[in-house]
């Protein structure tokens, strides 16, 4: 069946440090996948997405790689920050039938910052 | 420009006890959702509507309907509620539907705590 996964459910990294949160997915035909940052008591939060016919893609502070080959997703942010402390959900995208789009969640990693 | 706003923002209910979940959203998005988030199980999709006039559907659609009021409401509905039925409950939106057919990501609200006792 289909599933979105990430590799580890806590990371702790210093403040100023990069971070990088991994995800794999497993329906080699998802052609759209988004990364979100969801803050305690708070909705998630929309943070970058990639096509499939995209390796890589650069937003403020954050890079999203995307390998096919292996079907493995990851969001890179650079000298992160305090308020980067949130949990961070890779989604895959699917079509549906009625036209509108499903997204299959991971069940998230927890990032943490250390000052 | 508020995105997706949901009401109310806490509720505890009695098993049995029924309730409608408000969300609107001011972005002119075509498609909008419903979705629950648990402990260790992510986010699942209840309900989507992809257009106005349609609803759909999703994972874990049992115990619950929905309605499309217009293009900017989409309301959830527990008939009879049960403990099963505690989670946090999520809106979102996106503009995917109707004449656009593109990838979109989806908005999503601040959530509705439901305790079911």
């Known amino acids: 069946g289909e599933s979105v996964g990430l590799h580890l459910p806590t990371l702790s990294v210093q403040e100023g440090d990069n971070s990088i949160i991994n995800c794999a997915y497993s329906n080699s035909a998802s052609d759209y996948f988004i990364w979100y940052k969801q803050e305690s008591g708070k909705g998630p939060q929309f943070i970058i997405d990639?096509?499939?016919?995209?390796d890589k893609r650069q937003g403020q502070r954050v890079t999203v790689l995307l390998n096919k080959t292996v079907k493995h997703l990851s969001l890179q942010i650079a000298a992160t920050q305090p308020g980067d402390s949130a949990v961070y959900f890779c989604?895959?995208?699917?079509?549906?039938?009625?036209?509108?789009?499903?997204?299959?969640f991971g069940t998230g990693t927890q990032l943490k910052v250390e000052l | 420009n508020a995105g997706v706003t949901q009401t109310p923002k806490f509720q505890v209910l009695k098993t049995g006890q029924s309730m409608t979940l408000q969300c609107a959203q001011d972005m002119n998005h075509n498609s909008m959702y419903w979705y629950r988030q648990d402990p260790g199980m992510g986010l699942r999709l209840i309900y989507y509507?992809?257009?106005?006039?349609?609803?759909d559907k999703g994972e874990v659609p049992n115990g619950y309907n929905v309605s499309r009021l217009n293009k900017r409401e989409f309301s959830l509905r527990l008939e009879s509620a049960a403990p099963s039925q505690t989670s946090v409950y999520f809106c979102?939106?996106?503009?995917?539907?109707?004449?656009?057919?593109?990838?979109?990501?989806?908005?999503f609200g601040d959530g509705t705590r439901l305790s079911i006792l």
């Open positions: 509507s992809a257009s106005e006039g349609t609803t």
């Open positions: 989604a895959e995208n699917h079509i549906l039938t009625g036209g509108g789009n499903k997204l299959t």
């Open positions: 979102a939106s996106s503009l995917r539907g109707g004449r656009y057919r593109g990838n979109q990501p989806q908005h």
């Open positions: 990639i096509r499939s016919n995209m």
